[in-house]
């Protein structure tokens, strides 16, 4: 039961004592996978950003900070109303400027205009997408041709949370995640083991070759 509850928190955290709890968590855990994902995506200054389940907003922020032309352009999107609010409160200067906008939605229904986005990034995120394939056409919709997307998680931890129920079912393998980015249309998709000071993690790649 623990396992269960924890999972959801950690899905689709709630304005709750579990939920504050939960986005502590990823304030403190999340904040070196969250730099790493902008960094691997190689964001040029001009370019239309989204990073899918944006959590508390770090990921975001260090995004923000790469984009210094003026057609630079940050999306987020997050399932969770709490993290939304979370991230727009974190943010509310460049959501009122403009240069940052934040949808609390689905990732497998996302408002927004085909081909129109160059970078993609999200961290400890498509495991608890109910489809990896609606989740998966949906981001290569939204993607501009050649555009990049980039993942990173801990292989080791998921799989430990996995093998406890945290995450019920097989989408929290990487393999299910690269499968259905390859249906979806994606290409060069790839895995790779990498060193970060003392931690080491994995960063996924796709391209939306269209």
Same mark, same amino acid.
């Given at each position: 039961?623990?396992? @269960?509850?924890? %999972?959801?928190?950690?899905g +689709?955290p &709630?304005r #709750?004592?579990?939920g504050?709890?939960?986005?502590?968590l990823?304030t403190?855990?999340?904040?070196?996978?969250? @730099?790493?994902?902008?960094?691997?995506?190689?964001?040029q200054?001009?370019?239309t950003?989204l990073?899918?389940?944006?959590?508390?907003?770090?990921?975001?922020? *260090?995004?923000?900070?790469?984009?210094? /032309?003026?057609?630079?352009?940050?999306? %987020?999107v =997050?399932? #969770?109303?709490?993290m +939304?609010q979370?991230?727009? /409160?974190?943010l509310? /200067?460049?959501? *009122?400027s403009?240069?940052? &906008?934040? +949808?609390?939605?689905?990732?497998?229904?996302?408002?927004?205009? /085909?081909? &129109? $986005? =160059?970078?993609?990034?999200h961290?400890?995120?498509?495991?608890f997408w109910?489809?990896?394939?609606?989740?998966? &056409? @949906?981001?290569?919709r939204?993607?501009?041709?050649?555009?990049?997307?980039?993942?990173?998680?801990?292989?080791?931890?998921? *799989?430990?949370?996995?093998?406890?129920?945290?995450?019920?079912?097989?989408?929290?393998?990487?393999?299910?995640?690269m499968?259905?980015?390859? =249906? #979806?249309?994606?290409?060069? $998709?790839?895995? @790779?083991?990498?060193?970060?000071?003392?931690?080491?993690?994995?960063?996924?790649?796709?391209?939306a070759?269209k």
């Amino acid at each position: 039961m623990w396992a @269960e509850k924890v %999972g959801k928190q950690l899905g +689709h955290p &709630t304005r #709750s004592v579990a939920g504050w709890l939960i986005s502590k968590l990823l304030t403190a855990r999340n904040r070196v996978l969250e @730099e790493n994902a902008v960094q691997l995506s190689k964001i040029q200054p001009g370019d239309t950003v989204l990073e899918l389940g944006h959590g508390p907003g770090l990921g975001l922020q *260090a995004a923000a900070k790469l984009l210094t /032309e003026p057609t630079g352009r940050l999306i %987020g999107v =997050d399932y #969770s109303e709490y993290m +939304h609010q979370m991230a727009s /409160e974190r943010l509310k /200067e460049l959501v *009122a400027s403009g240069k940052v &906008t934040l +949808h609390h939605c689905d990732v497998a229904a996302m408002p927004l205009a /085909e081909s &129109t $986005v =160059d970078k993609v990034f999200h961290c400890n995120c498509y495991y608890f997408w109910p489809d990896l394939k609606k989740g998966a &056409t @949906e981001i290569h919709r939204v993607m501009k041709p050649g555009g990049l997307m980039v993942t990173t998680l801990r292989l080791f931890h998921v *799989a430990t949370m996995a093998a406890k129920q945290v995450m019920p079912g097989e989408n929290w393998q990487p393999e299910a995640y690269m499968a259905a980015l390859r =249906d #979806s249309g994606f290409s060069d $998709v790839r895995m @790779e083991d990498i060193q970060d000071k003392k931690l080491s993690f994995q960063a996924i790649y796709a391209t939306a070759w269209k």
